[in-house]
């Protein structure tokens, strides 16, 4: 059966000639980097890096990355808040670029993965020990000079060099001595093209990343507009970026092993997992906004998720107060986000999780146990942020959230928190444990009597600690829409004319539909802002809005239902006739008896209706597949890093040795 397409959302024509032609041109403009450097032509990018990367320290492969995908991080953040509230505030947009919200998104992303192509293109000596080899040759670092200065392989080779007899130099001295990039060899000489692990991962996310917005139009063309942050090619794109700051991590590891930490580089890790809580928290961004689809309970998981994971990477490897210099990032560039989406663009406030508490968890279980352990670590702290930090976040939602937590939901939240927050620790414990594997760390840490242990039980954790994670997220995502509620509808106007509103009263059958429910709301978006009120009891059975609702223009006004740990239903009070997707206007008369039906069948008044049920489950089994594909690189990459810190920890260990016996 042929499903015709929808155009609702679409891109035009001149929309998808000017993404094809950005994207053309930068890969054009990256491609002719490569060939200069390759080449071992002089290029302006590379002149640059090597002034950063004399003024920084660093490498010159690891000069601008840093700076170019923190400001493109901030783009991509920027742009999803601020697209989320004009989808809230004006409903559906014309096409890829139909808001202006959509830029920042989109040149971010680039961002992205520039940041990675340049440590590609400028990549050179020093690298680390563990590298991709990208072409053959004749590496710079397997000359007998190059190999005597470094003692031990600086090009990634698997481990060949780390048997020679030559004691090894410290590590900044063999750097120090090294030869010039081009010292050792004529310029025809083909050399072998090495790159560092953190660079493929970057540009690799950054690519999962782009695809997304071509997946985005075809989805919509073949679905509908689906208006929520959780739909596949929106994780896709946010999910990409999110997991670039995993690599970002490890390139800062990379250039510890080379160069060892300082101020500097402490600081860029700090931003980091900042930045790691900022983009965490785009998860949760329909809870912040008042709109969530999907079941209640998912918001705590996912704040206990990202909080003991991030904060865990921080303070496993560093010294105490980390955990509050990074909170610091976290509160003023997740404020000033807020901040600027509300005020001078005039949309809705984006609320957000503290996170203040988990701060202090993390820091007191390192301060009480150290951090020497850091599964013991990880494992404590997530139990904590599980049970104490949901309480507090509980608290914290009774203030600001959109939607306050009900009290009924407690006892579901912390039995998942506990869960997901011990999984998230193992998990934050496995990634600072790789990490400072890559730095130069030579073993793992233990359990138990903090000894080094194999590096296999190390990652049993680390999956185990994922594995639970990711069931416990899956397990209350799916949402139902229990049949058999139904109410009689009475309208209190205020406002008549043009722009009419009323109180919205509902008697309930059964009577007891709405006791103990997550949220019973009513809500209005999409008409030029969001109005959402609690339907307050009046008698047994009977609910009244707080305040009054709109029913004119564009306003789309409902009763949303959230019953139960799954159960999401709701019911029309108001809907525009929208021609575009062929839907009648809807307005409930006083008296009228209304049916609660799947809330995504108000929520979503865009998507389809017609596709075949093997469509939908293709589309999200899709997304599985490229999310599993991200994680599997991520782990990949990251650990074999870490395989190459470890050798070249062993062997500098052993020629200091010999040196302390000759």
């Not at 001295?173 to 991962?201: F, K, Y």
């Not at 928290?281 to 079941?295: A, K, M, R």
């Amino acid at each position: 059966m042929a499903i015709p397409l929808a155009t609702t959302g679409t891109a035009t024509f001149d929309q998808i000639a000017i993404v094809t032609g950005v994207i053309g041109l930068l890969y054009v403009a990256l491609a002719v980097l490569l060939w200069r450097e390759r080449t071992g032509r002089v290029t302006l990018v590379g002149r640059f890096a090597d002034t950063i990367g004399r003024l920084d320290g660093v490498p010159r492969w690891a000069a601008l990355t840093p700076y170019l995908h923190a400001v493109s991080l901030l783009a991509c953040a920027f742009g999803v808040w601020w697209d989320i509230a004009v989808h809230i505030d004006k409903g559906r947009d014309t096409g890829p670029f139909g808001t202006p919200a959509h830029y920042p998104i989109f040149f971010g992303i680039l961002g992205v993965i520039v940041s990675g192509v340049l440590p590609i293109a400028l990549a050179g000596k020093p690298l680390p020990a563990r590298t991709i080899k990208l072409t053959r040759g004749v590496s710079l670092d397997s000359t007998p000079t190059a190999r005597h200065s470094a003692g031990t392989s600086l090009s990634g080779s698997e481990g060949n060099d780390e048997t020679t007899s030559t004691p090894p130099l410290p590590l900044t001295e063999a750097l120090r001595r090294a030869p010039a990039r081009d010292g050792v060899e004529s310029r025809d000489t083909p050399r072998s093209w090495r790159i560092p692990c953190s660079a493929a991962l970057i540009t690799v996310c950054g690519m999962f990343a782009l695809v997304g917005f071509p997946l985005d139009d075809v989805w919509h063309r073949l679905f509908g507009e689906d208006v929520t942050l959780w739909g596949p090619t929106h994780l896709l794109m946010i999910g990409g970026v999110v997991f670039s700051i995993f690599a970002r991590l490890l390139a800062i590891a990379e250039v510890e092993q080379l160069m060892g930490v300082n101020k500097r580089r402490l600081l860029q890790e700090i931003v980091s997992v900042g930045a790691l809580l900022i983009a965490w928290d785009l998860f949760s961004t329909e809870f912040n906004y008042g709109v969530p689809q999907f079941p209640l309970i998912l918001q705590p998981l996912l704040i206990v998720f990202g909080a003991a994971m991030a904060f865990t990477i921080l303070r496993a490897r560093r010294g105490p107060g980390t955990t509050f210099a990074a909170l610091a990032v976290y509160l003023v560039i997740r404020g000033g986000i807020a901040w600027a989406v509300a005020e001078p663009l005039g949309e809705i406030v984006g609320h957000f999780p503290l996170l203040v508490v988990e701060a202090l968890l993390v820091e007191g279980v390192a301060f009480a146990l150290g951090n020497k352990n850091r599964f013991r670590l990880g494992l404590v702290s997530g139990l904590l942020i599980g049970t104490v930090g949901v309480v507090a976040e509980y608290a914290w939602s009774q203030i600001w959230m959109p939607i306050a937590w009900p009290s009924s939901m407690l006892p579901s939240a912390i039995g998942y928190g506990v869960i997901v927050g011990a999984g998230a620790g193992l998990v934050g414990a496995w990634f600072a444990t790789r990490y400072a594997e890559v730095a130069g760390e030579e073993r793992a840490i233990g359990i138990k009597y903090i000894r080094p242990i194999a590096v296999r039980r190390t990652h049993q954790l680390g999956a185990a600690g994922l594995v639970a994670v990711v069931a416990t997220v899956f397990f209350c995502v799916p949402r139902t829409a229990g049949a058999g509620v139904s109410g009689v509808v009475s309208l209190e106007r205020v406002a008549t004319g043009a722009e009419p509103t009323a109180y919205v009263t509902i008697t309930l059958t059964p009577a007891d539909a709405a006791d103990d429910a997550r949220w019973f709301e009513a809500l209005a978006w999409q008409g030029g802002g969001l109005v959402f009120h609690p339907m307050e009891k009046v008698a047994d059975g009977t609910y009244r809005s707080a305040d009054p609702l709109p029913m004119y223009g564009k306003w789309k006004s409902m009763i949303r239902l959230h019953q139960g740990p799954r159960d999401l239903v709701a019911s029309w009070v108001y809907a525009p006739e929208d021609a575009a997707i062929a839907k009648p206007a809807i307005q409930v008369s006083n008296g009228q008896t209304v049916e609660f039906v799947n809330e995504q069948q108000t929520l979503r008044r865009e998507e389809r209706t017609d596709v075949p049920r093997w469509m939908w489950n293709a589309g999200y089994a899709l997304l599985a597949v490229v999310g599993l594909l991200e994680v599997i690189g991520i782990a990949w990459l990251v650990g074999r890093g870490a395989r190459g810190g470890r050798m070249r920890a062993a062997h500098l260990a052993s020629g200091e040795r010999e040196r302390e016996t000759a």
